[in-house]
């Protein structure tokens, strides 16, 4: 099984509240990815787990935060939503440099 | 500053031609760089990829040609059909240190029957 699962699929949220997204798989891969893709532009990484190591791009440091409680779960937390949180957030594994396997994706709409 | 650039935001072709899209991208430390495919309501996939040591890499309808001094490659899809119609994402990885992927912003293709 090569399935990447992301709960919610679809995910509204007012403005200010927080938000929590979930991710997992069952590959054992040791690292874990959040990717933030917004319409015509470029998925971009916000962070990743490597084991039980959290690195997170300097650039979204302080708006997400994440937690992999074990090998096969990862969240996506947004402590206070705001509109330009809007946007599809991709979960991906790895084991390492090998392939990349890709969730199909939580669309979050903040209203 | 966007570190993996491609071209074009959409592609349409008839069914039958081959299909070229275009990538290029910034930092010569990337050695790996894979090719994407993503239907609507799903998530990416990994469809080719090629590593800078090579210069071409097929595989079946799929090839890619990749230009190191250039710093661009480009994803061929022969005799293209219908339901080649997706997203194409070049991404980009470093040989050592940070090996994450860097996307493009994509490129939507439509295959017309």
């Known amino acids: 099984d090569t399935t990447v699962k992301q709960n919610p699929r679809y995910k509204l949220a007012r403005v200010g509240k927080p938000v929590n997204l979930i991710c997992s798989q069952t590959?054992?891969?040791?690292?874990m990815y959040w990717y933030q893709k917004k319409p015509n532009q470029a998925p971009k990484l916000l962070l990743f787990?490597?084991?039980?190591?959290?690195?997170r791009e300097a650039d979204t440091f302080e708006k997400f935060q994440s937690s992999r409680p074990n090998n096969s779960f990862c969240s996506l937390y947004i402590g206070s939503a705001g509109l330009e949180y809007s946007a599809m957030y991709l979960c991906?594994?790895?084991?390492?440099?090998?392939?990349?396997?890709f969730g199909k994706g939580t669309r979050l709409t903040v209203v | 500053q966007q570190q993996v650039r491609q071209s074009s935001q959409s592609l349409t072709v008839w069914e039958g031609e081959t299909a070229i899209l275009n990538c290029s991208y910034e930092n010569s430390a990337f050695d790996y760089f894979p090719w994407y495919q993503q239907f609507p309501g799903e998530g990416p996939a990994l469809l080719i990829a090629i590593r800078s040591v090579s210069d071409k890499k097929e595989d079946g309808r799929f090839t890619i040609f990749f230009n190191k001094r250039e710093k661009n490659l480009s994803l061929h899809i022969k005799d293209s059909q219908p339901g080649d119609s997706a997203t194409y994402f070049c991404a980009a990885s470093r040989a050592s240190g940070s090996w994450q992927l860097i996307f493009g912003s994509g490129t939507q293709l439509t295959v017309m029957p």
């Open positions: 787990y490597y084991d039980k190591i959290l690195n």
């Open positions: 991906a594994s790895s084991r390492g440099r090998a392939e990349v396997f």
């Open positions: 590959m054992n891969h040791d690292t």
